[in-house]
């Protein structure tokens, strides 16, 4: 019942949203005489407060349109290559001549959508060609499309990359780095010709046993029963999706935000004075990080399962137990697809060496094909957007790749 009484106070706080919207453009409309005043400006911030806490947060488009090459102006196009009743490949193609390496983003599917990675596509797109998982919301998804779990999220990489062709190079992005790792032993004991040209695996839980943090150890403090009888709930009647089994993107939201409730506290304090003292720029910056990372989205139940029981609980990959499709995963079959594993220093979420691990397990790389990375001054976010990304760890990624291209 929980979801169901989620929905109902959504769609409650939705039609006070609007009401809230017209008192607000009202109190700071330039012909109230109040709007400037210290009354009307306590007012305003207040209702700016609450117009965001009644909002419903819909994904957030790419909006991916230019990009600068050889320091010309290139027009991107957003196109969605294939379609699948769980994921879009989506193509950023490029309006250009320029012959730029393929590389595959493999987007988290962890309660965020993929333009949670908007500004790693828009740093990426200047020197590669990129192509990126776009996960559905599962609530979405009607029951007729069947079942999505551990192994379907493998086969759709493999599925992608065959789309893709050869000489792709392939990102993960945290929890997928553990997918990517596998499909990549999957084709290369096949000898796919579309198996990745390159690997990077950026801050995702490879071995969940080094360095446990909070999230691992409130993994391992549960059996898996308590999981599926506690946070696996029924999709409500009115969404497409009706009776799915799903892991709620809201029950996501707020681990993610107890997490580092203090900092949120602190930028929602600083954001009142920022609308209070009329300090636009600000406000705006605030504005565009929380309308991204307050759009969740629902995870197929079955695929959240296995994920905990399979990467957190029993690290199945680390510990030589991983199957796909009922075979036992081998990580020495990846002989020929050199190995970049990133990390930051000060990441919560995927603690320090749980990236790492994938160097030591994939036996078979020669040393020489292999980079380990640690930057200092990141954090988990950090790893895939703003300035350290930018400036420092998009620069490595682009290095690597092209010296395998």
């Not at 196109?79 to 193609?93: E, G, R, S, T, Y």
């Amino acid at each position: 019942m929980m979801y169901q009484t989620y929905d109902l106070y959504t769609r409650s706080a939705e039609m006070m949203n609007g009401f809230i919207a017209l008192s607000q453009q009202f109190i700071t409309h330039p012909f109230n005489p109040y709007a400037k005043t210290l009354l009307g400006k306590s007012i305003s911030a207040g209702l700016d407060s609450a117009y965001h806490y009644t909002k419903i947060y819909d994904k957030q488009a790419y909006d991916v349109k230019t990009t600068l090459i050889d320091g010309k102006s290139i027009g991107v196009t957003e196109q969605v290559i294939l379609k699948k009743p769980f994921c879009n490949l989506i193509h950023f193609a490029q309006d250009t001549n320029v012959k730029q390496p393929k590389l595959f983003l493999v987007a988290p599917l962890s309660g965020h959508h993929g333009t949670l990675l908007k500004a790693t596509i828009e740093r990426l797109v200047a020197d590669h060609d990129v192509y990126i998982t776009d996960w559905l919301d599962a609530k979405h998804v009607p029951l007729s499309e069947g079942n999505f779990g551990f192994d379907d999220y493998v086969s759709y990489l493999i599925d992608f990359m065959h789309e893709i062709g050869e000489n792709t190079h392939v990102l993960a992005v945290c929890q997928p780095t553990v997918q990517a790792l596998i499909a990549t032993a999957v084709m290369a004991k096949a000898k796919d010709p579309c198996s990745p040209k390159s690997l990077t695996l950026m801050a995702g839980p490879i071995d969940t046993s080094i360095n446990p943090n909070e999230l691992n150890r409130y993994a391992n403090s549960k059996d898996l029963s308590w999981f599926e009888n506690n946070v696996i709930m029924t999709v409500p009647n009115r969404f497409p999706g009706a009776g799915r089994k799903v892991y709620p993107g809201f029950i996501q939201l707020a681990s993610f935000l107890s997490m580092n409730i203090e900092s949120h506290i602190k930028k929602h304090t600083d954001y009142i004075s920022h609308v209070f003292h009329g300090k636009e720029e600000k406000r705006a910056s605030h504005r565009d990080f929380y309308d991204e990372y307050l759009a969740v989205l629902d995870l197929n139940g079955e695929f959240y399962l296995e994920t905990i029981d399979r990467v957190f609980i029993n690290q199945d990959l680390a510990n030589g137990k991983m199957t796909y499709r009922g075979e036992l995963v081998d990580l020495s079959s990846i002989t020929h697809t050199p190995l970049h594993t990133i990390e930051g220093r000060n990441d919560d979420i995927c603690s320090l060496g749980q990236t790492e691990a994938a160097q030591s397990l994939c036996a078979n790389i020669s040393a020489q094909d292999k980079l380990h990375e640690i930057f200092d001054g990141v954090g988990h976010f950090g790893t895939f957007s703003g300035s350290a990304f930018r400036n420092r760890i998009a620069p490595s990624i682009t290095k690597f790749i092209k010296k395998y291209n």
